[in-house]
């Protein structure tokens, strides 16, 4: 197994200390090459309308779209949910990989980086009991959610954790904390 982290933008570098610990194998994905050398992928945050631009310029999109829908496991975090929605601002969204809609950046700009407790029941079977450190940075809303997707988390009453099949998403940012759970029940999906 080797896990790509989409290096095109953003916090992909915070992913490899949690590989490094977990002995799994990574590489870094900026083009279509890169990206058949993985099995699995994550797209980290940052800024989605920036990696949008560089998924169509790098020549990537369509092949991430063909591999997502392939069954890759993937994993999108805060920009990485944005880039994997179905709708984003009421507009279709880049990869359209998850049928959700969101909304970017809906807890406002400058006041909406916040860590809130999260229960997490699903990984209870991995052997870790919540509360997790939901770390948010100008998340997005997940506004609206389609058929068979499930919702592992939620902070008030916003779902951030989902994941349909093998495709799932955090709207918060497990990278930035010592928790490798989160890498656990990616790579065993
Ligand atoms: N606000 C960013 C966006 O919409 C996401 C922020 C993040 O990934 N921490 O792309």
């Not at 920009?79 to 601002?89: I, N, R």
């Not at 860590?115 to 699903?122: A, L, N, S, Y």
Request: overall charge positive; proline content about 6%.
């Amino acid at each position: 197994m080797v896990v790509g982290l989409l290096g095109l933008q953003g916090a992909f570098l915070d992913h490899i200390r949690h590989l490094d610990a977990l002995g799994i194998a990574h590489r870094i994905v900026r083009d279509p090459d890169g990206l058949q050398q993985v099995s699995r992928l994550i797209i980290p945050g940052g800024e989605s309308t920036v990696m949008d631009k560089f998924l169509l310029e790098f020549g990537m999109m369509e092949p991430l779209r063909e591999r997502i829908a392939g069954g890759m496991p993937t994993w999108g975090i805060c920009a990485g949910a944005v880039l994997l929605a179905e709708t984003v601002d009421g507009r279709p969204g880049s990869l359209r990989a998850l049928p959700m809609s969101v909304i970017r950046n809906a807890y406002g700009r400058q006041l909406a980086s916040r860590v809130r407790p999260i229960e997490v029941p699903i990984l209870e079977a991995l052997g870790r009991h919540g509360p997790f450190s939901g770390v948010f940075i100008r998340a997005p809303r997940i506004s609206a959610l389609g058929a068979g997707v499930v919702v592992h988390a939620r902070s008030k009453a916003d779902p951030v954790f989902v994941q349909r099949r093998r495709v799932m998403a955090t709207t918060f940012h497990p990278e930035l904390t010592s928790e490798t759970v989160f890498h656990r029940y990616f790579i065993g999906l």
